[in-house]
């Protein structure tokens, strides 16, 4: 039996901001049963507190998992692989989870100090409540309704549905609302930004950064490989025990549905076509073991010098992530010339000289060319009209091209003080 909720006058509504404070307190003691309170004395279901009910309906469909990993072994279960963008909202997940049912949601980014392995309970401190509250409200509605698709049609659905901010807070709701259990299959953030700032050294964080700005994919071995070896492994335990419920009986599907980000989602098919060896399996599970080792940070015991380097890496590695994440949040505070350094390096490294300075002079010269509407090589598109009337009598835009040559070596030049303030040019200089 529940416990009735706190007492309020007769017909007095609490307000949805101070029912929102409270439950982000009962969140952090880890009691939902306390949240469940406060929504029901707030006069309101927690659909009505968190999202938008008066969406219209949701045309989404289920969507098709990326990968379908098969199992590895006798007696283990599939895994689905769903690749998603962590800025957009993938609304289909939501309808496949949904349908299918499964045993198993296995999340890459869960919960921020998870360990792999570890079950997302939406009662205990730090799970995300208002989602375990909506889980609750649309899981009692399930009965009521002879299909997935008619229960996913219904209002409440219909609201979180469009009210969700991310694939992954929705594929939790979907997961609890049907029973799945939650598990997540990545590292803690802080070990993989701790192996980052100890294990690149600041030429190697500024080669990542110059991939940023030639393709907007910097490959750092820390934030793929490792973690890719650590979430398939993760997986393909799942994979196991998934399929030794499903034996035992599970109510669910043995089908295991595992949501990471896009760039995961190749490499760990790769790695998982290598699990049908038992070498190989074993070979990757201890490369995942190794990469859970958190490193030890420099102190404020250690040598200036290194603390300045410290607050470079930070400043880096901010510089790189950004803006989809901030390393230095997660890892130990800096102080003194280390914090300037930070500061310093991510002023530097943020701004549009340093990312031009990154460029060679024939990237320089395509993104000049490009500015003044010519098309590299011998045979210069079409020019517009602003760059006719800088050229008259120039047809073949030959003008265009020799004065982009000479921006081109001007601004070169002027990018020299950036290019110096590089690794392997200079110590980190306040």
């Not at 530097?348 to 509407?373: I, K, N, P």
């Amino acid at each position: 039996p529940t416990r009735p909720p706190p007492p309020r006058r007769s017909g007095a509504r609490l307000d949805p901001f101070i029912v929102a404070q409270a439950v982000e307190c009962c969140e952090a003691l880890g009691s939902f049963e306390l949240a469940s309170d406060w929504v029901r004395a707030s006069g309101r279901s927690a659909v009505e507190l968190f999202c938008e009910v008066d969406a219209g309906r949701d045309s989404a469909t289920p969507s098709a998992p990326s990968a379908v990993l098969e199992p590895c072994e006798a007696g283990t279960a599939t895994v689905h692989l769903y690749g998603v963008r962590h800025s957009e909202c993938d609304r289909g997940l939501a309808h496949a989870i949904v349908h299918a049912s499964p045993a198993i949601v296995a999340l890459e980014g869960g919960a921020e100090d998870a360990l792999p392995g570890t079950m997302l309970d939406r009662a205990k401190a730090g799970s995300p409540m208002r989602l375990g509250l909506l889980a609750q409200q649309l899981a009692t509605t399930r009965a009521d309704h002879p299909t997935p698709s008619d229960w996913l049609d219904s209002r409440d659905w219909r609201a979180v549905l469009r009210s969700a901010a991310s694939s992954e807070s929705l594929a939790i709701v979907a997961a609890w609302a049907v029973g799945a259990r939650i598990v997540a299959i990545d590292r803690p953030l802080h070990v993989t930004w701790a192996r980052c700032a100890a294990g690149h050294n600041l030429r190697e964080l500024d080669s990542l950064y110059s991939q940023k700005v030639r393709t907007g994919r910097p490959h750092s071995r820390y934030v793929l490989d490792e973690r890719d070896a650590i979430m398939c492994t993760s997986l393909c335990t799942l994979a196991l025990h998934s399929g030794v419920r499903a034996r035992a009986g599970s109510g669910n599907s043995a089908a295991v549905f595992a949501i990471v980000g896009a760039a995961h989602v190749e490499p760990i098919t790769e790695l998982w076509r290598e699990l049908c060896a038992p070498a190989a399996r074993e070979r990757l599970a201890l490369a995942a073991s190794a990469a859970m080792h958190e490193p030890t940070m420099p102190s404020d015991r250690s040598a200036p010098d290194a603390l300045i380097e410290l607050g470079a890496r930070y400043g880096l590695l901010d510089a790189i992530y950004a803006p989809s994440a901030r390393p230095s949040r997660h890892l130990p505070p800096l102080s003194g010339a280390a914090a300037e350094a930070h500061r310093c390096t991510l002023e530097r490294y943020s701004s549009a000289d340093m990312q031009l300075a990154m460029l060679s002079r024939e990237e320089l010269l395509a993104h000049v060319l490009r500015d003044l509407g010519a098309r590299v090589g011998n045979h210069p598109e079409p020019l517009p009209a602003f760059a006719r009337m800088h050229a008259p009598g120039e047809k073949d835009g030959s003008d265009i091209e020799a004065r982009a040559h000479a921006l081109t070596e001007a601004v070169w030049e002027s990018l020299e003080p950036m290019r110096q303030a590089r690794p392997g040019q200079f110590a980190p200089r306040l």
